[in-house]
Each structure stands twice: as structure tokens, then as C-alpha cells.
Nanobody
């Protein structure tokens, strides 16, 4: 069982930056690939970024590539999402998620068994 607690959301102007953190419980954090997803009202949860158990492999949604960076610190049981050059269309509820390590970081939410509570990011124009 993995419990995920997120922090770092908020309100920011377009062009600004925010950093999400997601702290995981348990001693086996390094056994899990981690992902970030986001959701807006009336839409399905969308993939943002994912990182493998070691931090050596990452993947991003096209819409955030070059602006967002996912990273992790296994010693702190924490995964991060640095969001730069934010746009109003990045406004969403952001979730972190965990899945046992796979061949490559998964971009489909169905593969993730554990989810954080979600934190709101609002980007004003």
C-alpha cells in the first residue's frame, strides 16, 4: 500500500512557475514508477508526465514538453513536478500517482494503482 500526499498547488499568473511535491509513505518508494495527471471539470484525467523508479527515464505529454520537468528523490520518498511558463490552459486539478515499476513509465492512468488527493492549479491570464 502506498499513500500519496501532494502539496504545491495555487494561483499564478500566466508565464509564472509552480512546483508540485508528492510525498509517498512506505519504504519501497524506489519500487514505483510515478506519474502526474490533471483533470478539468467534465473531462477525463489527462497524462502530464511520468518517471521511472530510478529517475533515469521520463516521458511527457506533448502539451507540457519543454515547460514541465518531473523528478524524484528516492531518499525523501518524493516526486516533483516543476511547472514553468504556465498558461491558462494548464489550469486543472493535478494528481500524482504510483505504479509498480514497469519496462517504461506509463502514460495511461489505468496502470496506476495509487493516487494522491489532488491539488488545484489556477493560471490567470
Amino acid at each position: 500500500q502506498v499513500q500519496l500526499v501532494e502539496s504545491g498547488g495555487g494561483l499564478v499568473q500566466a508565464g509564472g512557475s509552480l512546483r508540485h511535491s508528492c510525498a509517498a509513505s512506505g519504504r519501497t518508494f524506489s519500487s514505483y514508477d510515478m506519474g502526474w495527471f490533471r483533470q478539468t471539470p467534465g473531462k477525463e484525467r489527462a497524462f502530464v508526465a511520468a518517471i521511472d523508479w530510478s529517475g533515469g527515464s521520463t516521458t511527457y505529454a506533448y502539451s507540457v514538453k519543454g515547460r514541465f520537468t518531473i523528478s524524484r528523490d528516492n531518499a525523501k520518498n518524493t516526486v516533483y513536478l516543476q511547472m514553468n511558463t504556465l498558461k491558462p490552459e494548464d489550469t486543472a486539478l493535478y494528481y500524482c500517482a504510483a505504479t509498480l515499476a514497469r519496462d517504461r513509465p506509463a502514460s495511461r492512468s489505468i496502470f496506476y494503482a495509487y493516487w494522491g488527493q489532488g491539488t488545484q492549479v489556477t493560471v490567470s491570464s
